[in-house]
């Protein structure tokens, strides 16, 4: 058994001489970044310029669809004051006594509106 640690310690202290005694290595150098021509700043510069375009077409075309959707949003909200309007009107005659229900009533006021009342001939609708 001691010599086993007898040969790890010699193998040790070996390897630790053996890494102590070797050169260094060189540090590869990096190869230099490929220079920047003329050639590559315009085409920067172009590519650039196509994005502000595209971006700038994209603008105008959400310009018109937010114009577009205000307009649908006015005419829907005139057709719902339309069917509102209608609406109380249409409740406004059902609620509203009719002349036919009016003549047919025994007050002098009634009898008056007997002879102007165009649809007297009619039979009495009573309307809830």
Same mark, same amino acid.
């Given at each position: 058994m001691k010599s ?10 070996a390897?630790?001489?053996f *890494?102590? #005694?070797? +050169?260094?290595?060189t !540090?590869k150098?990096?190869? /230099?970044p @490929? ?5 590559d700043?315009q085409?920067?510069k172009d590519?650039?310029?196509s ?9 105008q ?15 829907v909200q005139?057709?719902?004051t *339309?069917? #509102?309007? +209608?609406?109380?009107? !249409?409740?406004a005659?059902? /609620?509203? @006594?009719?002349?036919k229900a009016?003549?047919?009533t ?16 009619q039979?009495f609708?009573?309307?809830?």
């Amino acid at each position: 058994m001691k010599s086993a640690w007898t040969f790890c310690a010699m193998l040790l202290l070996a390897t630790g001489l053996f *890494a102590q #005694t070797s +050169a260094p290595k060189t !540090a590869k150098k990096k190869a /230099a970044p @490929p220079a920047i021509t003329a050639a590559d700043v315009q085409a920067l510069k172009d590519a650039i310029a196509s994005q502000q375009a595209a971006l700038a077409q994209q603008q105008q075309q959400l310009q018109e669809l937010r114009d577009e959707m205000r307009r649908k949003d006015q005419v829907v909200q005139q057709a719902q004051t *339309a069917a #509102t309007d +209608a609406a109380g009107k !249409a409740d406004a005659a059902q /609620a509203s @006594p009719t002349c036919k229900a009016r003549w047919q009533t025994p007050s002098s006021t009634c009898r008056r509106l007997r002879r102007l009342c165009p649809s007297r001939r009619q039979p009495f609708i009573t309307k809830a």
